[in-house]
């Protein structure tokens, strides 16, 4: 199967991924395509590097299912975290908070597609990256104060 340099969204390819959002109703196409041009600023739609071909696009069309599911659920005032106590008098509520160590991982974890976007980052990033022929895990030239 080859794979064109730059990803654009297929509405088609898109809703047999994910049958969820099949409703035109709830999730138009423009809907949908807009939130693909969102997601491409998250992840690049350009074919490219060692997130290439199958994952570059599963990635996009995870981070795409991920803003929809996200702001739909903020649109209907679904949480997206666990209520872990309540109280009616005085109101107070208590979230469990997912086991993250910064806002983008949770961000990230507020939706299933979110997860794997995730994860699938995660693995295709194992081992850090190459950068000038320096090993170098956030890939920032001189990190590892070799500037050369």
């Known amino acids: 199967m080859s794979y064109a340099s730059v990803f654009t969204f297929d ?3 898109f809703i047999s991924l994910f049958p969820e959002f099949n409703n035109p109703v709830t999730f138009p196409e423009l809907i949908l395509q807009g939130n693909w041009d969102q997601a491409a600023c998250y992840c690049s ?5 060692r997130l290439n071909n199958a994952k570059r696009l599963l990635a996009l069309q995870y981070i795409t299912a991920h803003i929809t599911q996200y702001f739909y659920n903020t649109t209907k ?3 997206s975290l666990p ?4 109280t009616v008098d005085k109101i107070a509520v208590s979230l469990l908070a ?3 160590s910064n ?5 990230m974890s507020s939706t299933p597609y979110g ?7 995660q693995s295709a990033s194992a081992g850090g990256f190459i950068v ?12 590892n104060g070799n500037y050369s």
């Open 83 to 86: 209520i872990t106590q309540s």
């Open 11 to 13: 509405y088609e390819a």
């Open 115 to 121: 997860q794997a976007y995730l994860a699938l980052l």
């Open 103 to 107: 806002s983008w991982q949770f961000f």
């Open 132 to 143: 000038n022929g320096v090993p170098n895990s956030l890939a920032i030239r001189g990190f």
């Open 98 to 100: 997912p086991p993250v």
């Open 77 to 79: 005032g679904k949480r």
């Open 45 to 49: 739609n350009i074919n490219f590097g």
